[in-house]
């Protein structure tokens, strides 16, 4: 079993004084690895570590910043079959997924590594010739942030890395049910050089995000999660006037129009919603398909469904491998139960595939003749169950996909070049894709508008997330102004 009891606070490891607890397989249903949770006091301990090492970290030259960041990203590619692995471990993502996931992380922390430099303040003019202003991008101080379990390393990378990169210092609690791959990260980060305390890496479940995400010695969240779990961190956030940047679930709309490229689009449609097992936040779980092409569709989809290939995840060969666990499990047969009750035609899947039963693989799912007022068009399932919905033209296309509470991602499958831009301005989705689905790119923002969160991550646009704007205004005039006509400040 792989032993993860010890945190790293301060550039140390330490043992928590919180409880052990273990990880489980999802594919062997076995414990795998151990951990120990931080205790409100270790939190404590870690927040000062991190308090105490901003000020000296915030005035680290940009490029000696970037030095350490560029030689992060060369571990973390060198290790990235073994992070792969972990992440595995944790939540049965196949492994050919986790390791491109491992060298993306490697590839975004050295993008943000060489965008330190490139986030530029601005001049301001000014009415008076002989007053200067200008604006320069300050860190927060110290970053609380809590990672997701369905791509952890990932996750913990999208956090770390600009926040750093900006001049913060972070204390990151991964989910409870994927940690090993982070603190492997942390192994990195004090193989890279990097001061004590400017990255912390603590385990832990709720009692130890609560105490994080509530601590008055924070400056700003970070969270990937849930929307329920989100509602309580962001009132610990506003308790003490603290920013924070949420990455939330979303119900996407992938949409294949009448003209679409059929043999581009029915896989695009596959890969968004039966990759990784359904387990991400953009999955494709909506399907909108026009009238003309709708019975085409659902069976090219069913017919590709039926000859992916299940298995260890750990094997090289294995598409799709089981969900996290086995509540996940129970939750995604209870949203699978409750679309037939609402009437929703299931045209495959339901169970698990053949072969599989007492395991934790979900069967491919698909339900068609789904209406907008289902359960299974509004909740984020997060797991391998497509709801195929009718459209008979843009506008009701458009209409459609926006009536959700959730604005993360969407897809347009369309060789009409005026469509895709117009329905692409239309979506309310932080990320539109046009013929492709789950492409993701490190100079590119990635966030949600309405319940998917607020904040965007990767790009430069993560960079501006971790900072603050200063104005900075110097009066160089000869002489002394008339006080009580200086100007008219608040």
């Not at 301990?45 to 005035?59: D, E, G, K, L, N």
């Not at 009132?235 to 006037?241: K, S, T, V």
């Not at 007492?358 to 391998?384: K, S």
């Not at 195929?388 to 499958?413: C, H, K, P, Q």
Request: glycine share 10%; aromatic share 8%; net charge negative.
């Amino acid at each position: 079993m792989e032993d993860f009891r010890e945190n790293l606070v301060n550039g140390e490891w330490t043992k928590g004084s919180g409880a052990e607890f273990e990880t489980i397989d999802p594919y062997r249903q076995e414990p795998w690895a151990v951990f120990t949770a931080a205790s409100p006091e270790d939190v404590d301990v870690a927040i000062a570590a991190a308090r105490a090492a901003f000020p000296a970290w915030r005035r680290t030259p940009a490029y000696d910043r970037a030095k350490l960041l560029f030689r992060l990203a060369d571990l973390i590619e060198r290790d990235a079959d073994t992070l792969a692995e972990y992440d595995t471990r944790h939540n049965g993502k196949a492994i050919r997924e986790h390791r491109s996931q491992a060298r993306f992380a490697a590839r975004q922390t050295r993008f943000i590594a060489g965008a330190i430099d490139k986030v530029l303040g601005e001049t301001k003019p000014q009415d008076k010739y002989d007053l200067i202003d200008f604006t320069v991008r300050e860190p927060l101080g110290v970053v609380a942030a809590i990672s997701a379990w369905n791509s952890p390393l990932q996750n913990a990378a999208n956090k770390i890395a600009p926040a750093v990169a900006a001049g913060n210092t972070i204390v990151l609690k991964p989910s409870e049910s994927a940690t090993g791959s982070a603190l492997a990260l942390g192994r990195l980060v004090v193989e890279a050089g990097f001061p004590p305390g400017v990255v912390n890496i603590i385990a832990g479940a709720a009692e130890t995000g609560q105490a994080l995400t509530e601590h008055s010695g924070i400056d700003m969240v970070a969270f990937t999660g849930g929307i329920d779990a989100a509602r309580r961190i962001a009132a610990n956030a506003a308790a003490n006037m603290v920013p924070g940047l949420y990455e939330l679930g979303g119900k996407s709309a992938n949409i294949i129009f009448e003209d679409a490229d059929l043999d581009r689009a029915i896989p695009g449609a596959v890969s968004g919603i039966f990759a990784a097992s359904g387990q991400t936040c953009v999955a494709g779980s909506r399907l909108l398909v026009h009238d003309s092409i709708y019975d085409q569709v659902i069976d090219g989809i069913v017919e590709l469904a039926g000859a992916i290939t299940f298995g260890d995840p750990l094997e090289p060969e294995t598409q799709v491998g089981p969900v996290a666990h086995a509540a996940h499990f129970r939750r995604i047969q209870g949203e699978i139960q409750a679309a037939i009750e609402d009437g929703a035609r299931l045209v495959t899947g339901g169970g698990s595939p053949e072969g599989r039963d007492g395991t934790l693989f979900v069967a491919p799912t698909v339900f068609a003749d789904v209406t907008p007022d289902m359960r299974l068009a509004r909740r984020e399932v997060f797991g391998p169950v497509l709801a195929v919905m009718r459209f008979s033209d843009e506008a009701e296309a458009i209409e459609i996909a926006n009536g959700t509470e959730f604005g993360l991602a969407a897809g347009v499958w369309t060789t009409n070049f005026a469509r895709a831009h117009r329905v692409g301005q239309e979506l309310v989705a932080g990320t539109v894709w046009v013929n492709t689905y789950r492409t993701i790119s490190a100079t590119a923002p990635f966030g949600g508008f309405k319940r998917s969160g607020y904040g965007r991550e990767r790009g430069t646009d993560a960079l501006l997330e971790y900072t603050a704007t200063k104005n900075l205004m110097l009066d160089i005039s000869d002489s002394a102004r008339d006080p009580f006509v200086m100007g008219t400040g608040n």
